[in-house]
């Protein structure tokens, strides 16, 4: 069993930074691609970025390139995403996925694993 578990979710001012983790249990974390997802209030779950399971592929949405980084450190069974240049159409809850497969983590439908959720909230 994979067990997900994301912190560092708050408040915090438009144009500040936050960094989200992500913590996954389990030695075979290192063969996961990770992603990290959002979902605003009334919305849909929307993709937020993936990174392939030893880092080299990186994906991320257009909403978010440029000011969100994605990477993660095996030996601490962690990915962090980076958060800076925060806008308050930021705001929403971000869950970590978890999945073998780089394309499956990258699509709410087919992720096998999923986080409990960590709150944004971007103040104007």
């Known amino acids: 069993q994979v067990h997900v578990v994301e912190s560092g979710g708050g408040l915090v001012q438009a144009g500040g930074s936050l960094r989200l983790s992500c913590a996954v249990s389990g030695r075979t974390f290192g063969s996961y691609a990770m992603g990290w997802f959002r979902q605003a209030p009334g919305k849909e779950r929307e993709f937020v970025a993936a990174?392939?399971?030893?880092?080299?592929?990186?994906n991320y949405a257009d909403s978010v390139k440029g000011r969100f980084t994605l990477f993660r450190d095996n030996a601490k069974n962690t990915v962090y995403l980076q958060m800076n240049s925060l806008k308050p159409e930021d705001t929403a809850v971000y869950y970590c996925?978890?999945?073998?497969?780089?394309?499956?983590?990258?699509?709410?439908?087919?992720?096998?694993?999923w986080g409990q959720g960590t709150p944004v909230t971007v103040s104007s």
């Open positions: 996925a978890a999945d073998m497969s780089f394309s499956a983590v990258m699509e709410a439908r087919t992720v096998a694993y």
């Open positions: 990174i392939s399971w030893n880092g080299g592929r990186t």
